[in-house]
């Protein structure tokens, strides 16, 4: 019997909260003394849920009792998003937006779908479509608005025009599927080559007439503007080169934003993607609402000039002289 009574009482006093005499070891009795060890543990308890709640509560809401929308960016753009928080306080919609800048090594979608982000502001509808079919969670993937025209364009150290690179010449592409399919696209328009178009995405492998006998090198955006002096030519990226102070008027061959006339250019137009829960998100709305605004629209002039165009919700691109 004593072996089973101590036995009992060691598993009853494993608790903190329930030890130091809750229980009258003469008897095994439970005491008062155990009902309020009980009765405390179950209010501090109580007491932690509370403030956990209470916290989470408070996790979208900035110092001030604004709402904080997390935005995921590949470039920080700050002068372009201060304004963006100017002109939201200027409209007292009490948002802040927070941005957190990732390079290509993380995909933003996967951001939305893990809900570390609540929007997404990197990619085009080409690099999305592309990005769906290899991941189907990405379908949940949608845009929100259009932001701008991210252009893609031709630059050499070596050469100063389409015509006269050589026979043989060494071209760098980017590495992923849909800017590199764009920058295919790109060279069949100066007639470098043809591509089959029937290939949503085209590679070199797709490539039906090449009479120069170019040769592609795959590189990954963030090295086209540092790998420039190993090729004869490469593609860039607008904000790469500009941050690379490169002469932006030097470019062999550049995108045009004349959406009318080259309709095909919409799906390069980087967007403002969400969730699909979210795509009626009143908070995100007026966040799209607001970067389309004059305030936002003179700090693209005073940061990029002319050389990084907004683009509108009905996908247009936006006429920067009058905010220059």
Do not use: C
């Given at each position: 019997m004593n072996m089973h009574h101590n036995t009992y009482i060691t598993t009853k006093m494993e608790h903190p909260l329930m030890n130091n005499n809750i229980f009258d070891s003469s008897n095994g009795v439970r005491t008062r003394s155990y009902r309020l060890g009980r009765h405390l543990f179950q209010k501090v308890f109580a007491a932690f849920a509370v403030l956990t709640l209470f916290a989470l509560s408070l996790a979208g809401c900035g110092s001030s009792g604004e709402k904080v929308v997390k935005v995921a960016l590949r470039a920080p753009y700050k002068i372009i998003y201060d304004a963006l928080n100017q002109e939201l306080a200027a409209r007292g919609d009490k948002i802040k937006v927070v941005t957190s800048t990732y390079d290509t090594s993380t995909d933003t979608s996967q951001l939305l779908v893990d809900h570390d982000v609540d929007i997404a502001a990197t990619i085009h509808s080409a690099a999305l479509k592309?990005?769906?079919?290899?991941?189907?969670?990405?379908?949940?993937?949608?845009?929100?608005?259009?932001?701008?025209?991210?252009?893609?364009?031709?630059?050499?150290?070596?050469?100063?025009?389409?015509?006269?690179?050589?026979?043989?010449?060494?071209?760098?592409?980017?590495?992923?599927?849909?800017n590199q399919a764009r920058a295919l696209y790109?060279?069949?328009?100066?007639?470098?080559?043809?591509?089959?178009?029937?290939?949503?995405?085209?590679?070199?492998?797709?490539?039906?007439?090449?009479?120069?006998?170019?040769?592609?090198?795959?590189?990954?955006?963030?090295?086209?503007?540092?790998?420039?002096?190993?090729?004869?030519?490469?593609?860039?990226?607008t904000t790469q080169a500009y941050d690379a102070k490169l002469d932006l008027k030097s470019a062999l061959w550049g995108e045009s934003t004349d959406f009318k006339k080259y309709p095909e250019q919409r799906q390069y137009i980087i967007m403002f993607t969400v969730l699909k829960e979210n795509l009626n998100n009143p908070t995100y709305k007026k966040v799209v609402e607001a970067y389309h605004s004059p305030r936002v629209y003179k700090a693209y002039v005073k940061e990029y000039g002319n050389a990084l165009v907004p683009v509108d919700n009905q996908g247009n691109a936006v006429d920067l002289k009058q905010y220059a």
């Open positions: 592309a990005a769906q079919k290899k991941n189907p969670p990405f379908n949940d993937v949608v845009r929100l608005g259009y932001i701008h025209m991210q252009g893609s364009s031709l630059y050499s150290h070596k050469y100063k025009s389409v015509a006269a690179i050589p026979d043989g010449a060494t071209i760098s592409i980017p590495s992923d599927t849909s790109n060279l069949q328009t100066m007639g470098l080559i043809k591509v089959d178009m029937t290939v949503p995405y085209p590679t070199p492998r797709n490539i039906t007439s090449n009479p120069k006998n170019l040769k592609f090198k795959e590189i990954t955006t963030q090295l086209q503007v540092r790998t420039l002096d190993d090729v004869d030519a490469g593609f860039v990226l």
